[in-house]
């Protein structure tokens, strides 16, 4: 009876100990699409930890959610990483324009989290975006753009806020407009396919039919006064508005032009450019460590 009842404590500290242990969960949906899925990191805590919500790059067009969350982990940040529809698959389902299922898609999986706070032992309110280019672009969205939630909504999730605590971005796109581009950089010549066209000459052509969408989905378009603490990390040339970059559509110009904007209303922003350091954050995970454990 003794080692039956040892056998059963024993077991007991075991089961005990592996529902202690921190959760990582592969591929959890948060839509009905193959691609509205993401992988969630959980931070070992006693008390609610802040997040950081990773959104990949490829120009809407590929890429996916791997990457290596250790360094936030140990710092007591939880990390959720998403894929998201890319726009060919906004043209299969007949989304208009097609970069609305992308950005949709991440603006969805921010509130699925948030809905899961509770359970992931999560802190709602310290959420931070990042990624690279297109998931740059995708974190910039998020972060200007009005509250997308639904309070009355019969979808709990839906009730959900999309505002963020901050975002630290790399390579981003801050504007889809080709006028605004083009002033900026002669040679820019990104981002048509977000609005199902077949060239960035027919963005211009077709710019006024547009107009609409490229307010919509333009990060910059959405810069108010009560927008988050921005970072933006910039490799390349020396930004210099009105050059012709060799990587136009990853360069600092944006950065600069952003910057420009956010500090009009007084929003928190910090720019490393190869020409500008920062003496606290050589890198966006930096940034993201300080800031939302602050």
């Known amino acids: 009876m003794k080692r039956i009842a040892l056998s059963i404590a024993l077991l007991f500290v075991v089961q005990q100990s592996v529902a202690d242990e921190p959760k990582q969960l592969p591929d959890v949906a948060y839509g009905s699409h193959p691609r509205q899925v993401l992988d969630f990191y959980q931070a070992k805590s006693d008390k609610p930890t802040p997040v950081v919500f990773y959104i990949h790059g490829g120009g809407w067009r590929g890429g996916d959610k791997k ?13 959720v990483a998403i894929n998201y529809r890319y726009v060919q698959n906004g043209v299969e389902d007949k989304v208009e324009p097609p970069v609305k299922a992308p950005l949709g898609d991440a603006a969805r999986a921010l509130q699925f989290v948030r809905s899961k706070a509770a359970e992931w032992n999560l802190d709602k309110t310290r959420i931070g975006a990042t990624g690279g280019s297109a998931g740059a672009c995708s974190s910039l969205w998020l972060a200007f753009h009005d509250d997308l939630a639904d309070p009355p909504s019969d979808d709990p999730v ?12 790399n390579g981003a796109q801050v504007s889809l407009d080709p006028k605004e581009l083009r002033e900026w950089m002669p040679n820019y010549g990104y981002g048509a396919h977000a609005f199902g066209l077949p060239s960035f000459q027919s963005l211009i052509d077709n710019r006024e039919d547009v107009l609409k969408w490229i307010k919509e ?3 910059i378009e959405h810069v108010s006064k009560d927008d988050p603490p921005i970072a933006m990390f910039y490799g390349g040339e020396v930004p210099v508005v009105g050059a012709s970059p060799k990587d136009p559509t990853h360069s600092g110009i944006m950065g600069v032009k952003l910057e420009e904007r956010l500090k009009a209303v007084d929003v928190d922003v910090v720019l490393v450019h190869p020409e500008r350091t920062h003496p606290m954050y050589k890198n ?5 460590i300080d800031r939302l454990l602050k």
């Open 158 to 169: 839906a009730r959900e806020s999309t505002r963020l605590y901050c975002a630290a971005v």
């Open 284 to 288: 966006s995970t930096e940034y993201l």
């Open 67 to 79: 990457t290596n969350p250790q360094a936030f982990l140990d710092k007591g940040i939880s990390v």
């Open 217 to 219: 989905y333009s990060p």
